[in-house]
């Protein structure tokens, strides 16, 4: 088993944009779990290109994740966020170019179960959910545990483990439905059970895909502020079109366009970018 | 040209009254059959035009003996005297040859044929003789291997002759013999060149170096002609999935549908052609041998109308249920060929070959084409060009291409997604029709036909990667070529199951088949 | 129309009924069958024996069944559709037949082998006079075969269809395979003509009895295996495999452990099923691994209902049942009926009978 109980104390202290503290924070647990966070970036891309039959969807990406970073990814329609997200996943493989979770852990060189393992969890852009399972079932499957075969024939889940699930279940609000099928539920539920699966695997990194696609305003201002309380424990990535979201999340913004990275900075930055302006904003 | 002209007077010399020759009849009527052997050896020997009709008469047992040893032909079925103006003195007496009398009796015709102007029956006079000359005919082949002009001639008398020689007593004959057999590409020079050099037969050890030398130059060139025969067969075989396969590319690889049924358009295509051959028999009997050209339009719209009737009452609703399409289909298929069985009997039925299609073309001594194989080979590349015109020259291919591609957008773009479907469907139906009225040509029609060619074909298709006009085709020979080229080395049955091994091992480098396309994994 | 369909007097009286009264139906099943052996070996003229005729057929489907319940394991759980599982089910009943040719031959050559002119027994058919050898080789056959296939398989991610047409392909391998003199399985004739087993009469009441109930134990053995499956945590993964294999590779599961297991534990099962088949049946040839055998499997489970461990029971009983039925009353039907079967089955009953006990009980 390579997943690791992400070391809550570690990532404790205020987020620190800098990262002239996080050097002293990663050293020690962290490393000892066998993800190496020691300077300071829980995502490395560099010089990644993928190409669909001649078609270049990723030019030479340049990316990099700070450990308890929010980031947001924003870019027109076939900027390449998606294909992105396929080459940390392990989806996609990179033509060329260098991918590493952590400081040591090659992407490039793993399989999507090892990089899942690992703790990258992912949010697909349609929700994807288990439909014939219970919404309790479905975080039960989704639950940090070992998941060999043979564990799953004998697993009976701890009071601890109810607990967690229970948890989740509240801050997704989703308690009253946890026997329904998770088929059933309304396209803003199947977000917020998707994202609450992403919880209970307690992921080092998370990639959503345009977590508030068909959500309510309500339901936004909320994830907004879900993914606040858990930016600092974890690492986020989101893609999102919402600009009103990015706003109210993002400390950090990063535009692709045509397949790499047009601009990088705060939202109001970025915003003021005149390349930025002129393929993205409209002109 | 000395031998043109020796040929013409030869054929003039056959216009000749039999007269001309009198008294050979009658000797050959009133010889002892030991007599009558060496008679028969020595015409062998000095072949002579105007002695055909005689030949001929002897062949086909219309020689009688009259009284007084006087001999009569039949013709016409009455008898008429050979020589000079005897009358019938009562009915003359058949005369009857024995079997070694019949094997000269072959042997002479064949010597007579090398005196033929036509290229094709002096070669066979030549293969004939490879086997049966007699050293009295020395002479007489080694005039006609000088005087041949046409080389596959020529190489097969130099065989014929190396044969005979290979006994002579003489070690530089031998020789010469063994070099030119080595010069030749007959199996039976190889059967020839190891006899002589099994234990004990040549003594001569120059003659036995030789013999080996040559065998193996002889050998060489068999590989060559076996591996192009496999090759063919590869090519034929390939042809054949290729024509079964196409149309469940279009089904399965454009609509997604698992066509299980499909098999069995193929089995009814075939059909089609029978009914179509009876048709022509009752109707048209003077133009039966056009009737496979006839089929193909008629199977193509009889299995093409099926189709269509079958994609608007059951596998319209199925679409997006790839498994239960499976399933369903597999259902159409059972009640298809039961059908068939009660209405034409669970009996293959008899589907034959016009002349046009019968026959082959000598290649090489040992690669002989059929002509029904090459006609199919070419009908399978017309019918992949026609396709490919259809899908990405027509509204119809482009209208497809738009519903495989978003079935909502093209909707929205006023494309009739369902029309698009029955109309694909019905394509895809309609092409295997066509591969039945192949198949009817080459094989047994029955109605399990389809059933042999659809796991073939499921895997053709997975080969060369979903909705891949190209994969499949090149699948599809790669496939044939396999199959028959592992055939001779570890019988059919392993040889296909080594080649589904190697598919299975196969997609674990290339999941998507051989053509497969790329993209954004779509979530 | 289905409404029409619905409303079959089955349907509505098992509607009115709980959970409770479905187990009771359940235990009665399980009671008659348990009492047909024992029935069979009353005196011939007794008002209440089983004919040998009827032992066996039960017993029949009864095999068919098992091989339904674990088609409807990797199928109907995990979602992968099987179409060759006529081949584990053929190979676990000719490891059972190399032992009862083995019996009927005494020490010397089966017979087909003395008909083939061969001197001394192949090597894989070493040891096979030894009943635990033999029964080692019910289980490791059809286990090892699905293990290197489903190994191979499921690490290229071939799936749905693509699946499918591996699995008809492989059977229909095995189908030529056996079907050759040379393989040393009696080719065309497979093997007949047993006559004892473990040193009893194979045609003896008293032994028909014991098979036909070590074949009850077996379906109930698999049922209970299944119901713990099912309600495992392994079980719902394997929902989640058949649903959305992506996310559930996302949650850190790798599929193609559960695949496989599923995939060996269904053939060894299905191994089990031919090996009780064969000696009841008393013939074991390579039609059993045709196509279309496996693909017929498939109708019963669906006919029953996937997903469901009683469906697939249900839907062996019926369609063989029919079978049975129509091959005596109208045998040139029985191809239309099926076919039909196969078509109506998949427009109108996705969820098979079950499927639709359980929504008329729910309106």
């Known amino acids: 088993m390579r997943a690791t109980p992400v070391p809550e104390f570690m990532l404790e202290p205020a987020f620190d944009p800098a990262g002239s503290g996080r050097d002293a924070l990663g050293l020690g647990s962290a490393a000892a779990k066998g993800l190496d966070v020691r300077h300071g970036t829980i995502l490395t891309l560099e010089g990644i290109n993928v190409s669909f039959d001649g078609f270049r969807a990723i030019t030479d990406l340049n990316l990099y994740i700070g450990v308890g970073e929010l980031r947001c990814i924003i870019g027109p329609n076939g900027a390449g966020k998606t294909t992105m997200m396929d080459v940390i996943t392990g989806k996609t493989r990179p033509d060329n170019g260098v991918a590493y979770f952590g400081d040591t852990l090659d992407l490039t060189q793993m399989s999507e179960v090892e990089i899942a393992q690992a703790g990258i969890g992912r949010k697909f852009q349609k929700p994807t959910v288990f439909e014939a399972l219970s919404v309790f079932e479905n975080l039960e499957l989704a639950l940090k545990t070992d998941k060999s075969v043979w564990a799953s024939l004998r697993a009976r889940l701890s009071g601890a483990q109810k607990d967690r699930i229970e948890e989740v279940l509240t801050t997704i609000r989703l308690e009253s439905s946890r026997h329904r099928p998770a088929g059933l539920l309304s396209h803003g539920q199947k977000q917020f059970l998707e994202i609450g699966m992403l919880l209970v695997q307690d992921p080092q990194l998370l990639l959503l895909d345009e977590p508030v696609a068909g959500m309510t305003d309500a339901e936004t201002e909320f994830t907004a502020e879900l993914f606040k309380s858990l930016a600092r424990k974890h690492s986020l990535m989101v893609v999102e079109h919402d600009m009103g979201f990015v706003g109210s999340i993002a400390d950090h913004v990063t535009v692709l366009h045509q397949g790499s990275v047009l601009a990088e900075g705060s939202l109001e930055e970025v915003q003021a970018n005149e390349r930025v302006i002129e393929v993205y904003l409209g002109r | ?523 | 129309m289905t409404q029409a369909l619905n409303q079959t007097l089955l349907a509505r009286a098992t509607a009115k009924l709980g959970p409770k009264a479905s187990l009771a139906v359940l235990g009665l099943v399980l009671i008659a069958l348990l009492a047909m052996p024992l029935l069979h070996l009353l005196p011939a003229d007794n008002a209440l024996h089983v004919s040998a005729y009827g032992l066996t057929l039960v017993g029949k489907i009864l095999c068919y069944a098992i091989v339904a319940l674990a088609l409807d394991l990797v199928w109907g759980y995990a979602g992968m559709l099987s179409l060759g599982h006529g081949l584990f089910f053929a190979l676990g009943g000719y490891a059972m037949g190399m032992y009862l040719m083995r019996q009927s031959a005494g020490d010397g050559l089966p017979a087909f082998m003395s008909f083939l002119a061969w001197s001394e027994l192949p090597w894989y058919w070493y040891g096979t006079s030894n009943f635990l050898w033999a029964m080692c080789l019910v289980v490791l056959a059809p286990g090892l075969l699905a293990l290197v296939f489903g190994f191979f398989a499921f690490r290229s991610r071939i799936k749905g269809v693509y699946f499918s047409i591996m699995t008809q392909a492989l059977t229909f391998a095995g189908m030529l395979l056996f079907f050759r003199n040379e393989t040393g399985f009696g080719g065309n004739n497979g093997f007949t003509n047993f006559r004892t087993i473990l040193g009893f009469d194979i045609t003896a009441p008293g032994t028909r009895a014991f098979l036909f109930f070590c074949t009850v134990l077996l379906l109930v053995g698999s049922l209970a295996l299944g119901f713990a499956l099912a309600r495992s945590k392994f079980g719902r993964v394997l929902t989640a495999l058949r649903d959305a294999e992506n996310r559930l590779m996302f949650c850190g599961y790798d599929p193609r452990g559960y695949k496989l297991f599923i995939w060996v534990l269904s053939a060894v099962l299905c191994g089990l099923a031919g090996a009780l088949y064969v000696p009841q049946v008393g013939i074991i040839n390579p039609s059993e691994m045709s196509p279309t055998n496996s693909i017929e499997a498939a109708i019963w489970v669906a006919l029953g209902g996937r997903g469901t461990l009683i469906g697939p029971l249900l839907g062996a009983g019926l369609v063989n049942g029919m079978k049975s039925w129509f091959t005596v009353a109208f045998p040139e039907y029985w191809l239309f009926a099926l076919g039909a079967l196969f078509i109506v089955i998949t427009l109108f009953l996705p969820k098979g009978v079950i499927g639709l006990l359980r929504k008329e009980k729910d309106q």
């Open chain 2, 1 to 523: 040209m000395p031998t043109a002209l020796y040929r013409i007077l030869l054929s003039l010399a056959l216009l000749l009254p039999l007269t001309a020759h009198a008294g050979e009849a009658a000797d050959f009527v009133a010889a002892s059959p030991a007599k009558q052997a060496k008679l028969l050896e020595s015409w062998a020997a000095q072949p002579d035009p105007a002695r055909q009709a005689l030949l001929d008469a002897l062949q086909q047992g219309r020689v009688g003996v009259g009284a007084g040893k006087t001999a009569f032909l039949k013709v016409d079925g009455s008898w008429q005297a050979a020589e000079g103006q005897v009358v019938a003195d009562g009915t003359p007496k058949t005369l009857r040859l024995n079997n070694r009398l019949r094997g000269l009796l072959a042997n002479a015709q064949a010597a007579q044929q090398l005196l033929s102007a036509e290229p094709a029956q002096r070669l066979a006079a030549a293969q004939e003789l490879q086997k049966k000359a007699k050293p009295s005919q020395l002479s007489l082949l080694n005039a006609q291997v000088a005087a041949e002009q046409d080389k596959a001639v020529r190489a097969a008398l130099a065989l014929a002759l190396a044969n005979l020689q290979l006994v002579d007593p003489d070690p530089a004959v031998r020789l010469s013999a063994v070099r030119l057999l080595g010069e030749s590409g007959d199996p039976l020079a190889r059967t020839r060149l190891e006899g002589l050099l099994a234990e004990g037969v040549e003594s001569d050890a120059a003659v036995r170096t030789a013999a080996e030398t040559s065998l193996a130059q002889v050998k060489r060139r068999l590989l060559v002609g076996e591996l192009l025969g496999q090759a063919f067969s590869g090519l034929s075989l390939g042809s054949i999935l290729l024509l079964a396969a196409l149309g469940l590319a279009i089904t399965f690889g454009l609509l997604g549908v698992i066509n299980m049924a499909h098999g069995e358009m193929l089995m009814l295509g075939a059909y089609t052609t029978y009914m179509v051959q009876i048709a022509f028999q009752n109707f048209a009997p003077g133009y039966l041998a056009l009737y496979p050209l006839a089929a193909l339009p008629v199977a193509f719209f009889v299995t093409a109308a099926i189709g269509m009737a079958l994609e608007r009452t059951v596998i319209r609703h199925l679409y997006g249920r790839p498994l239960e399409t499976l399933l369903a289909t597999w259902g159409i298929s059972l009640i298809l060929i039961q059908a068939v069985r009660v209405i034409f009997g669970a009996q293959n039925v008899e589907v034959a070959n016009p002349g046009w299609l019968s026959g082959g073309v000598q290649v090489l001594p040992n690669l002989v084409l059929p002509y029904s194989r090459m006609v199919i080979i070419g009908f399978a590349l017309f019918v992949v060009a026609l396709t490919w015109l259809l899908l990405n020259k027509t509204r119809l291919g482009l209208n497809v291409r738009a519903v495989t591609q978003n079935r909502n957008m093209a909707a929205c773009c006023g494309v009739p997604t369902g029309r698009v479907d029955m109309l694909a469907f019905g394509l895809g139906s309609g092409i295997a029709g066509l591969g039945g009225v192949a198949l009817s040509q080459i094989g047994n029609v029955g109605p399990d036909l389809g059933q042999s060619y659809i796991i073939d074909s499921f895997l053709v298709v997975v080969l060369g990667g979903v909705g891949q006009l190209a994969g499949s085709v090149l699948a599809a020979f790669g496939l044939g070529i396999a199959n028959k080229l592992l055939e001779p080395q570890i019988g059919a049955v392993l040889g296909k199951i080594l080649i589904l091994a190697l598919i299975i091992l196969f997609i674990q480098k290339r999941p998507q088949g051989l053509f497969a396309l790329k993209g954004r994994v779509i979530d």
